[in-house]
């Protein structure tokens, strides 16, 4: 067939496949993790399988994280000159610039909204003494609340139900593998997203005037920051280039944080309430420091855990531009493969993990006994992760140059909007359904929803 056509014998092993042109993409659609696991076991931990007519290279297990096959490209979701639709060099000036935004001064004024969003959200939502909601959808929502107004500022963060939250679902709707395989493809979703992309300009532009008219009133934002910084030459953003950064940043943060809070299940409570000194019911409750937040640790364990077994991004795909040649093997990618990262596979491997598949925080604890222990020393996913060992079995946030910069946000934010939930209500799933399945539709795997959960007011 076409591909076989196309293969040389210096690529990595080819999965054969029955139909021409969509080649393996049922098996892979329908559930990811086990077509990779089984076609490593069969073929290594480099492999090529075909997919719409497309030449997928699935890198996995440490060596395949570890390979930084970086003279690619994606498909600017975001937006035009930002992140994908700059050179290398100038996205690494664009990740400084934001990391500037992620400051722990920031993160210090970001702790009050993340408590003040959430207790407005349950107080307008969750009214009843006990009731059953979908928590998808409800941290979905607190956590685009809580994004918003922490690094898009209080003004486009009140506009949210005048349609804002409307254009930004419309850009999610480009975020299938679909328009990233298909980006010559005539989709309505497109004239739709520029459509959106439009809008949304206008309204951030009004926004960034105003603040430039009133250069005396302060701000602790991510625009704020976006606004005053520079770029080597001296230059400045564009304000259409803060716009869209800042869009990127919410789409970037939005399905991955949600997904990752709706995985979990109360067991901090006490040694929150330890370390506070206080008990922790209702809504009178303490607002932690940036430190207290930083040593929930249980909470800590909680998240990193629910990231090893759920990690949001199961395949990260590249387009390879330049062929390139994996190191310590005979293998070469040629220049239109894709290439399929997926460190979900390393991360769920009994040879790293004992119960892989099991939830079991503990296994994090900072103790010697625990297996995660020494993982967790060299990566440090938390707070004050600087250093990463790409060589580690579990890199939700990913490693190399395209690197998460909003790690240490996203542990502030889950944290933080657990801390109050778990102080004002207890939760259970659904018994009858138990664990939500695993929903791979969209390029961020998300729970299966609704993810039907009751919750009852805490009294004591
Ligand atoms: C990149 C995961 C939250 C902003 C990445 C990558 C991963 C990841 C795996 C690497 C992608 C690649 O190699 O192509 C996660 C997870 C999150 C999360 C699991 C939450 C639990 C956030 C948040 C923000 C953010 C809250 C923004 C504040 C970014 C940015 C990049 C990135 C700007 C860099 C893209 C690039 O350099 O190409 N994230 N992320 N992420 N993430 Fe996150």
């Known amino acids: 067939t076409w591909a076989q056509f196309e293969y040389k014998p210096s690529e990595p092993p080819f999965v054969p496949y029955y139909i021409p042109f969509i080649g393996s993409m049922i098996q892979f659609g329908i559930h990811p993790i086990n077509f990779i696991r089984e076609n490593q076991k ?114 486009i963060r009140s506009k949210l139900y005048e349609g804002v939250a409307d254009l930004y679902h419309t850009l999610d709707g480009c975020f299938t593998p679909i328009h990233f395989l298909f980006e010559w493809l005539p989709l309505p979703s497109y004239y739709a997203s520029d459509k ?23 701000h602790t934002d991510m625009l704020d920051v976006l606004m005053n910084a520079k770029y080597k030459n001296g230059k400045e953003m564009t ?17 991955t944080s949600a ?37 929930f640790s249980v909470l800590d364990n909680v998240v990193r855990e629910t990231l090893r077994i759920r990690s949001p991004l199961v395949q990260i795909m590249r387009k390879v531009i330049k062929p390139v040649a994996i190191p310590n093997t005979d293998y070469v990618i040629p220049a239109g493969n894709y290439l399929v ?19 079991v925080p503990s296994r994090w604890e900072q103790d010697d006994e625990a297996e995660g222990a020494a993982d967790k020393a060299t990566t440090d996913y938390g707070f004050g992760a600087t250093t990463t060992s790409a060589r580690s079995p579990n890199l939700p946030f990913g490693a190399g140059r395209h690197r998460c910069i909003g790690e240490q946000f996203a542990y502030l934010q889950i944290k933080t909007i657990l801390y109050v939930l778990l102080s004002r209500f207890e939760f259970s799933l659904d018994p009858k ?19 039907l959960t009751h919750y009852k007011r805490r009294h004591d």
């Open 239 to 255: 304000d259409k280039q803060v716009g869209n950064m800042l869009i990127a940043l919410l789409m970037a943060g939005q399905h």
């Open 196 to 218: 959106a992309h439009d809008e949304l300009d206008g309204i951030f532009g009004k926004v960034i005037k105003e603040r430039r008219a009133n250069p005396d009133v302060k």
């Open 42 to 155: 069969k073929y290594g931990n480099f492999f090529t399988f075909l997919m719409f007519g497309r030449k997928m290279t699935v890198c996995v297990d440490i060596d395949g994280n570890d390979f930084d096959a970086y003279n690619s490209l994606t498909k600017p979701v975001f937006g035009a000159d930002v992140v994908y639709d700059v050179p290398n060099a100038v996205l690494m000036e664009q990740k400084r610039m934001v990391k500037a935004g992620l400051s722990i001064e920031n993160f210090r004024s970001y702790i009050p909204i993340f408590i003040e969003e959430t207790n407005q959200y349950v107080d307008k939502h969750w009214t009843k003494e006990e009731d059953t909601v979908d928590i998808l959808k409800a941290i979905s929502e607190m956590i685009i609340m809580t994004a918003s107004h922490t690094l898009l500022g209080p003004e």
């Open 433 to 451: 359904r138990g664990m939500p399945e695993r929903n791979y539709q969209s390029m961020v795997m998300l729970p299966e929803g609704p993810v």
């Open 341 to 359: 990262a997926s460190t979900a596979i390393s991360a769920l491997d009994e040879k790293y993990y004992k119960n892989a598949e099991d939830w």
């Open 259 to 295: 997904a990752t809070t709706t995985w979990f299940a109360d067991k901090a409570r006490a040694e929150m309430e330890n370390m506070l000194g206080a008990k922790l019911v209702g809504k009178d409750i303490p607002e932690p420091s940036y430190d207290q937040v930083k040593d």
